[in-house]
Each structure stands twice: as C-alpha cells, then as structure tokens.
C-alpha cells in the first residue's frame, strides 16, 4: 500500500513539473517585439542591461520584429538590440539577418548610425565587447562600407579593447574590394606594430585585391613571400591568382601556375573550378585545342568536367571550325557520365547557329531527337531555337510526336506564334 502511495505522489509531482515546464516553454518561445519592447520602455536607459536579464529565447522571428518596430523612429534602439542579439549565448544573426538589418535601416545610406550607438555606448559607460564591436564590423562589411569600418577599428581601443586579425581581415577585405589597394596595405603594416600577422585570410584577401586591379606581379610577389614566411596557401589562394592571371589575359604564367598546383597536389591541388577558369581563358583565346589537352590532364587526376567545362569547349571548338573534334568531345563526355546527353547537344546546336551554320545544326538537332534526347536547354536560347525551327521548315523537314510538342513548346516562349502553328500544321 506504502508502495502505491509513494508511486502516486511520483507520478502526481511528475504530472505537475512537466506541466510547469510546458508554461515556461510556452512562455519562452513566444517571445515578442512587443514584450522586448515594453520592457525596455519601462526601464528607461540601460538597454543591454535589462536585455540580459530578460532571459529572451531569441530567434530571427523575434529578432526581425524588434527591428522593424524600432524603424525608423527608434533605429538606434533597434541597431542596440540587433549587436545585443549578435552575441546572446543562443542566438547567431545569418547572414540574411545582416543583410536585413542594413537594407531596413538603410546603412549605406546612413552610416553615422554605427557611430551614434558607439557614441551612447560611451556616454553611458556601457560593457562592450570585441564581440559586439564584431558584428557592426560585419554590419560594415554587409553595407560595403571601407571607410567607416576603419573608423570603427580605430574606435576599439577607446573602449580598451585590442584589435585582432578577424577585424583587420575585414576592413583590409573592404578596401580591397573598394580598389584602394594602397590603404589595404598600408593596414597589413600596421598589424605588425601591433603585434598582429598577416594569416592565410589577410593574404588570400589582398592576393585577390591585387588581382581585381590588374597589378598581377605584386599579387606573384606576395604569393612568394607567403610561401616564404611559413603560410602554406591553399586552393583559394592559388585559384585567386590563377584567376587573375587568366582574366588579364596571362596564360603562361596561368598554365605555369596550374602545373605547379597539380605537383602540390592534396589542399592545393586544382579541383573543377580551377581547370574550368583555364579552359575557358584558352577557349577565348582561339586555344580550343589546347584547352583539350587540359581536359586531358584533370581527367586524368580523377576530376570530371561539368557542364560550364564542356559547354565553353564545345563552344570554342565550334568557333574554331573544329567540328569534328566537337563530336568527339560530345561522345567523350556523354560516355563518362559527367555530362548529359541533354546539355552537350543543346549547347552544339546553339554554337552552331551562332557561328551561321544552320544546316549543320540542324542535323545536329535531328541527331539528337532521334536518339530520344529532349532539348529542354535549348529553352535558354530562344532566338536560336526559333532560328532552327525556320531552317527545318523551308527544308520541309517535320518532326514527328513527341518532338514537335517538345520544340512547340520551347518557341512559345519566344512569342512567334505564326512559326509554333507553321511548325505544328499537319
């Protein structure tokens, strides 16, 4: 009888605890910007202060509701409550969420907001963190704001805090992306007097700094005295140079580059990316044959093309008059699987009537709808889809169901409707 008793009382309280919890779940998860609010009215100033002893279950729900209620008569309460949410133990913004909180506050527009919430933090003796000071960073990297971002760094040791190299990569980022090459590296100068190293970020962002504007030997030389202080680079860093070699036209030192990741091999061996960017570079080059034996070589090492390869190769090789070597290359890839039948043919049939040869891509289309491929792709060439219909019409070649429906229905979408009842007119 003791037994049950005791059992009942077990079962009751665990009835009743689990019930106290659901009231507090419930409670926690409908957390409003209504609540946040109301709160923060009734306590005046000390906005972090009564945030923290709120105890909110935070989420971009939440989050976006603070912010659009505070917009745009309370933006400086709202960009407070958004750095706040930035660090909460629960809570991590996305980069949607940043993305948000600028365009709502127009921060671009609008930058001396940053400033007028660093401003109260010091006016009212706030706790700041470098964390916190790390989300405006990112709020500044969102906005693309390069000077501003170097007044926030220069802001950091107002509040005692030391700067760290995650900071500085950013705002050196932000400079580099703005084309001031020479402000980027006056700032990877400054690291070292205070006490900061350039890493492997600093220099994969100023190698591709370099690159952007054109300046291919000092982005060579950096690569060089990388290697030579100890930071190993990896594939972003040699596909950032290998890119900048390519669009500025440098194929040699690009093919150089190339040979030289490939005997690295592991981290910095080229992936499809990277061979992809040099073939496309030899293709625009008139070097579609050359470009080949590069398809050739990532084969080779177990990296199959994808459909951006093959096209820019069938593309280049029919430019070139290369038409029997297109064929080859369309079976090659088909046969291996890295490509579809759907894909190779379709981008055939437009690089040939780009290039005026109508009759030939048409021969090419039949191949292709006999062998039972639909050319759905041929959707993202409407002008040369309807070119072709008008080709096989004055042949008086028709097309038999299903495919008449299939082309049918890729040249609705061009607006021809004369040619769609030409083409389906029995």
Request: glycine fraction near 6%; aromatic fraction near 8%.
């Given at each position: 009888m003791t037994t049950l008793s005791s059992i009942s009382r077990f079962l009751s309280s665990s009835v009743r605890l689990q019930n106290h919890n659901l009231s507090i779940s419930r409670f926690s998860t409908t957390t409003s910007a209504e609540t946040v609010l109301n709160h923060l009215h009734r306590n005046g100033g000390k906005i972090e202060k009564t945030l923290d002893s709120m105890r909110l279950n935070l989420d971009a729900?939440?989050?976006?509701?603070v912010l659009q209620r505070c917009y745009p008569t309370q933006s400086q309460l709202g960009l407070r409550f958004f750095i706040w949410a930035g660090v909460h133990s629960s809570y991590r913004h996305s980069y949607f969420m940043f993305s948000k909180a600028c365009d709502l506050y127009k921060i671009r527009e609008n930058p001396s907001l940053i400033f007028d919430v660093l401003e109260a933090y010091s006016v009212e003796g706030c706790s700041v963190s470098v964390k916190m000071f790390k989300i405006l960073f990112n709020v500044c990297k969102e906005a693309k704001l390069a000077d501003e971002a170097l007044r926030v760094l220069r802001k950091m040791p107002e509040f005692g805090l030391r700067e760290d190299n995650v900071v500085y990569n950013v705002v050196i980022r932000l400079f580099c992306e703005k084309g001031d090459l020479d402000m980027a590296e006056s700032l990877v100068k400054e690291m070292s007097e205070v006490e900061l190293y350039p890493d492997l970020i600093t220099y994969m962002v100023m190698i591709k700094g370099f690159c952007n504007v054109g300046r291919l030997d000092d982005a060579s030389g950096l690569f060089k005295f990388m290697e030579e202080n100890g930071c190993v680079p990896n594939v972003v860093v040699y596909s950032a140079l290998l890119d900048g070699f390519c669009r500025f036209g440098d194929m040699e030192r690009a093919l150089t580059l190339l040979k030289e990741m490939e005997k690295e091999g592991g981290d910095c061996g080229p992936n499809v990316v990277t061979y992809t960017t040099v073939i496309q570079c030899l293709c625009n080059k008139h070097r579609s044959v050359e470009a080949l034996l590069v398809l050739d070589r990532m084969e080779a090492r177990g990296?199959?093309?994808?459909?951006?390869?093959?096209?820019t190769l069938i593309t280049g090789l029919v430019k070139e008059d290369q038409v029997?070597?297109?064929?080859?290359?369309?079976?090659?890839?088909?046969e291996s699987g890295s490509v579809?039948?759907?894909?190779?043919?379709s981008t055939f049939v437009v690089s040939l009537e780009r290039v005026g040869r109508p009759e030939e891509a048409e021969k090419v289309l039949r191949t292709m709808l006999n062998s039972g491929v639909k050319p759905n792709s041929l959707?993202?060439?409407?002008?040369?889809?309807a070119e072709l219909a008008r080709?096989?019409?004055?042949?008086?070649?028709?097309l038999k169901a299903p495919y008449v429906d299939i082309i049918s229905e890729v040249l609705v979408k061009s607006g021809?409707?004369?040619?769609?009842?030409?083409?389906t007119r029995n």
């Amino acid at each position: 009888m003791t037994t049950l008793s005791s059992i009942s009382r077990f079962l009751s309280s665990s009835v009743r605890l689990q019930n106290h919890n659901l009231s507090i779940s419930r409670f926690s998860t409908t957390t409003s910007a209504e609540t946040v609010l109301n709160h923060l009215h009734r306590n005046g100033g000390k906005i972090e202060k009564t945030l923290d002893s709120m105890r909110l279950n935070l989420d971009a729900k939440c989050v976006s509701q603070v912010l659009q209620r505070c917009y745009p008569t309370q933006s400086q309460l709202g960009l407070r409550f958004f750095i706040w949410a930035g660090v909460h133990s629960s809570y991590r913004h996305s980069y949607f969420m940043f993305s948000k909180a600028c365009d709502l506050y127009k921060i671009r527009e609008n930058p001396s907001l940053i400033f007028d919430v660093l401003e109260a933090y010091s006016v009212e003796g706030c706790s700041v963190s470098v964390k916190m000071f790390k989300i405006l960073f990112n709020v500044c990297k969102e906005a693309k704001l390069a000077d501003e971002a170097l007044r926030v760094l220069r802001k950091m040791p107002e509040f005692g805090l030391r700067e760290d190299n995650v900071v500085y990569n950013v705002v050196i980022r932000l400079f580099c992306e703005k084309g001031d090459l020479d402000m980027a590296e006056s700032l990877v100068k400054e690291m070292s007097e205070v006490e900061l190293y350039p890493d492997l970020i600093t220099y994969m962002v100023m190698i591709k700094g370099f690159c952007n504007v054109g300046r291919l030997d000092d982005a060579s030389g950096l690569f060089k005295f990388m290697e030579e202080n100890g930071c190993v680079p990896n594939v972003v860093v040699y596909s950032a140079l290998l890119d900048g070699f390519c669009r500025f036209g440098d194929m040699e030192r690009a093919l150089t580059l190339l040979k030289e990741m490939e005997k690295e091999g592991g981290d910095c061996g080229p992936n499809v990316v990277t061979y992809t960017t040099v073939i496309q570079c030899l293709c625009n080059k008139h070097r579609s044959v050359e470009a080949l034996l590069v398809l050739d070589r990532m084969e080779a090492r177990g990296c199959l093309p994808n459909r951006v390869t093959v096209s820019t190769l069938i593309t280049g090789l029919v430019k070139e008059d290369q038409v029997e070597q297109a064929y080859k290359l369309v079976d090659r890839v088909v046969e291996s699987g890295s490509v579809t039948k759907t894909d190779c043919y379709s981008t055939f049939v437009v690089s040939l009537e780009r290039v005026g040869r109508p009759e030939e891509a048409e021969k090419v289309l039949r191949t292709m709808l006999n062998s039972g491929v639909k050319p759905n792709s041929l959707q993202r060439h409407l002008v040369e889809a309807a070119e072709l219909a008008r080709v096989m019409l004055s042949k008086g070649i028709k097309l038999k169901a299903p495919y008449v429906d299939i082309i049918s229905e890729v040249l609705v979408k061009s607006g021809d409707e004369e040619l769609v009842k030409q083409l389906t007119r029995n």
